[in-house]
């Protein structure tokens, strides 16, 4: 079982819909998640950071997590054409080191 | 706030050329970098931990003579990739961090090994 899944799609959302990104964890120790969002042939760039059960909203994003079920999805309200990427789900590792687990990625497509 | 500088961007290199890449953290004093590869269509794969100071972590499977990393000062961490081949092409990414912060990717460089 990976450590962090993710569905790999493409997620295909028309323009102005809510894209809603799942990912879950198999650590139940884990204590920080991030959501990054890569553009092709770019780096990752940091979208969300969680650390409690809830929501946590952004502008147009919202990070939701739920450490019972070892949950984590990212919420995209009034999609936008650029939002189309490959967004990364991210969960700390076990040991002190700071290491992050990634997921494989969901590919977002939105439509114009 | 957060930049993390990589450099350069793009390499482009004869097989048994050795390369080396910068990662420098602009406006804070990274704790732990990170550094990763990329293949295409692929996640990225953590190589290496590098604290400041002490040896670098590598990943199982990762050869820490051929992937050599300096983490001399709080802000820089140089990856060396020794006597590249074509295999070794692909998109290496830094990120930097400092405790209790998430981390922070530089731009990444696109290495083509002839």
């Known amino acids: 079982q990976k450590e962090v899944e993710q569905n790999s799609g493409p997620l295909s959302v028309p323009e102005g819909a809510i894209a809603s990104l799942n990912c879950t964890y198999s650590d139940r120790v884990s204590q920080s998640f991030f959501w990054y969002r890569q553009y092709s042939g770019k780096s990752p760039e940091l979208i969300m950071s969680i650390y409690s059960n809830g929501d946590k909203e952004d502008g147009r994003f919202t990070a939701q997590l739920n450490k019972a079920s070892q949950y984590v999805s990212l919420l995209i309200r009034d999609s936008q054409p650029s939002d189309s990427a490959t967004y990364l789900c991210a969960v700390n590792g076990m040991d002190s080191s700071y290491k992050l687990i990634f997921g494989s990625g969901t590919r977002l497509l939105v439509r114009p | 706030g957060a930049v993390v500088s990589q450099h350069p961007s793009r390499v482009i290199c004869k097989s048994g050329t050795s390369v080396k890449i910068e990662c420098r953290s602009l406006?804070?004093?990274?704790?732990?970098m990170f550094w990763y590869r990329q293949f295409p269509k692929q996640s990225l794969m953590l190589m290496a931990t590098s604290n400041e100071g002490s040896k670098a972590t590598y990943e199982q499977g990762v050869e820490k003579d051929k992937f050599l990393i300096n983490h001399a000062s709080l802000t820089l961490s140089t990856l060396t990739v020794t006597s590249a081949h074509p295999e070794d092409s692909s998109f290496y990414i830094c990120s930097a961090t400092q405790t209790g912060q998430p981390q922070h990717f530089g731009d990444g460089t696109r290495l083509s090994i002839l």
């Open positions: 406006d804070f004093q990274a704790t732990t």
